[in-house]
């Protein structure tokens, strides 16, 4: 059952970028989309790991929306502080690499959280290994692993948990 839905969701997903990508709904352009969506789903009969481990409920697409707005917040706080940081005249950094420790289960949680630490300025996502991330940050606040997870990933983490588990 579950490599039929994942086989579903591949096909949609590419037949719905083939549609944006072409941008009509005309027969010919709707066979070629029908077939070469067919084809790419046949060859990957595991479909798109970023759909199979979505949680699809009512909450989970609540939680991405809360955690792309977390997200945009983060990122605005962390240019600001990194900004701060190239600005002033001590040049206060502090830099070092942090293992912390996610709680994520699912490899797209955890990739989807290395991610947005990367793109957070400030912070660099170096090497993902389990359950251990070790994060190059510009000034290192702590190097207790509890206190480093929690500032560097707590946030992110309870919505993702709930995306992805």
């Given at each position: 059952m579950q490599k039929v839905w994942n086989f579903v969701v591949l096909f949609a997903t590419l037949l719905l970028f083939w549609v944006m990508l072409m941008g009509s709904l005309s027969p010919d352009v709707l066979i070629v989309g029908v077939v070469?969506?067919?084809?790419?789903?046949?060859?990957?009969?595991?479909?798109?790991?970023?759909?199979?481990?979505?949680r699809a409920t009512p909450a989970a697409f609540v939680a991405g929306f809360k955690y792309y707005g977390y997200f945009l917040s983060a990122l605005v706080k962390s240019n600001i502080r990194v900004a701060g940081i190239v600005i002033s005249p001590s040049l206060p950094i502090n830099p070092g690499?942090?293992?912390?420790?996610?709680?994520?289960k699912s490899r797209m949680g955890r990739l989807m959280l290395a991610n947005s630490i990367t793109l957070t300025p400030g912070t660099l996502t170096v090497e993902l290994n389990g359950e251990w991330l070790y994060i190059h940050c510009v000034t290192v606040d702590s190097?207790?692993?509890?206190?480093?997870?929690?500032?560097?990933?707590?946030?992110?983490?309870?919505?993702?948990?709930?995306?992805?588990?």
């Open positions: 070469a969506s067919l084809v790419i789903a046949f060859m990957y009969p595991d479909g798109l790991s970023f759909f199979t481990e979505f690499i942090v293992k912390i420790r996610t709680g994520l190097a207790d692993i509890e206190e480093a997870t929690a500032a560097i990933a707590g946030g992110f983490e309870k919505y993702l948990e709930v995306i992805y588990g």
